[in-house]
């Protein structure tokens, strides 16, 4: 069974600060994906990272994937208030057919304070 | 911008009644999902659905649940006797079968 755990699950920052949130899944996955939720609101995509190695950066967001290792992580430099959210990182596997059936890890509340 | 619609956006029924909650896909998608986040908890996948089938089911989709894509438009998700627990967020998914799927605003279901 796959399973995707992701730490910290609470994160509170200074703004400009740096910080990485981790995601570990359990299974060989060939797609990782990262989301944002706002309080009440749906899910956002912010990256897909398909290979070992892949690097996706998006403003101050960076996102990295080591299959080897299983692990995937999203890089927040200098953090400003916009970023407070909940980040979820979510695992595909192949053979459940197209992108859709995913599996989720817990979430990083993440609370930006100036 | 194309975009997934659900309505109702907050429903609210008492415990043992049918609900069902609706879900416009984008035009071109044909793969379909349901997932569920309880308050505060993880986003758990329910439900796919291909070409008019379901093709995958969490252990959580059980009898009570219920997909269906009536007129070829729409995308419903039944619960046939709604319990406390089934209280969550309800969010629809689509695809066209490429990398990514585009989620829906959510249906807040609150059973009382």
């Known amino acids: 069974e796959l399973k995707v755990e992701q730490n910290p699950l609470f994160l509170s920052m200074q703004e400009g600060k740096n910080y990485t949130i981790y995601c570990n899944y359990s299974t060989t996955s060939d797609r990782l994906y990262w989301y944002r939720q706002d309080p009440g609101k749906s899910l956002e995509s912010l990256f897909v990272?398909?290979?070992?190695?892949a690097v996706k950066q998006e403003g101050r967001l960076m996102a990295s994937l080591d299959t080897k290792a299983r692990l995937s992580t999203l890089h927040i430099t200098a953090a400003v208030h916009d970023l407070s959210a909940t980040y979820f990182c979510a695992v595909a596997l192949s053979i459940h057919g197209p992108g859709g059936k995913l599996i989720f890890g817990q979430g990083t509340e993440l609370s930006v304070k100036p | 911008e194309p975009e997934v619609t659900q309505t109702p956006s907050h429903q609210v029924t008492q415990m043992g009644q049918e609900v069902i909650l609706r879900c416009v896909p984008i035009s071109n998608h044909l793969y379909f999902y349901w997932y569920r986040q309880i308050l505060g908890q993880k986003v758990e996948f329910l439900v796919s659905?291909?070409?008019?089938?379901?093709?995958?089911k969490s252990e959580i989709f059980d009898d009570q649940f219920s997909v269906e894509r009536p007129d070829g438009s729409n995308f419903t998700l039944k619960i046939r006797s709604t319990k406390l627990e089934d209280s969550a967020m309800y969010f629809c998914?689509?695809?066209?079968?490429?990398?990514?799927?585009?989620f829906g605003q959510g249906t807040r279901l609150t059973v009382v």
């Open positions: 998914a689509t695809s066209t079968g490429g990398l990514e799927a585009f």
């Open positions: 659905f291909y070409n008019n089938e379901i093709s995958e």
């Open positions: 990272l398909l290979s070992n190695g």
